[in-house]
């Protein structure tokens, strides 16, 4: 997925969102996708589950982008891995590796179908709601639920299946962030709390990539939830505008 552009001077909706859409109305100038695997053509990223967020034209959860298909060799890591891989979406990586293998520089294999995909649904006081799932080729699990509100997103991550260790991350627009508690971050007046009904190994952000436009790199924070066993991981993310 290439450099996306800020929405802007346009009613938005919440959507689920993976080479089709759906859509639902929401509050003004808020937009919430949601990538489910529907493939009709072969996949050039490990994107599963991936949840976009704007508000008011700005990106609030954003994937990495593409940068380049021929970066130059002095340019440090394996930036072709990178930006197409799991770490670089708004998902959970299981066990340190992509959520499809990969067969070429531009080709990923074993693609799975959804599971249990539902909404955008009117919810009711201005929320929409929208879910989805799958499993992968070594039998690791993710199933997503979504709930958005005009000053709010409830993101629940069901996950099992997996060997060692699943890590969530949320890809987080630049600024000030800094731990509030041993649970929260905040930057400025927006926080945004990760909760387990299993224990937490680690909570840390991170630097993080992404490409903005192409060829362009820059870095951004990312926050990664790490666990160690099959539960499910609760998002709370509140903008206030």
Known sequence: MGPQRPLRGRRLSGGAHRRGAGAAPLSPFLLALLRYPRFRFRPAQSDLLHLDLWLHGENLLRDAGTYSYNPPADDGPDWNRYFPGVAAHNTVQFDDRDQMPRLGRFLFGAWPSAEAVAGPDDAGSGCVTMAAGYRDWRGA???????????????????????????????????????????????????????????????????????RYYSRKSPLPVLEIEIGEAGTLTTEWAFPE
């Open 141 to 211: 699990e993710h199933h997503r639920q979504v709930r958005v509100a005009p000053n709010r997103l409830t993101v629940q991550d069901r996950v099992a299946g997996f060997r060692a260790r699943a890590v969530l991350r949320w890809r987080l627009p630049p600024g000030e962030w800094r731990w509030q508690d041993d649970e929260t971050l905040v930057c400025g007046p927006r926080t945004l709390t990760v909760s387990a009904t299993v224990p937490i190994r680690e909570r840390r952000l991170v630097e993080g990539w992404e490409s």
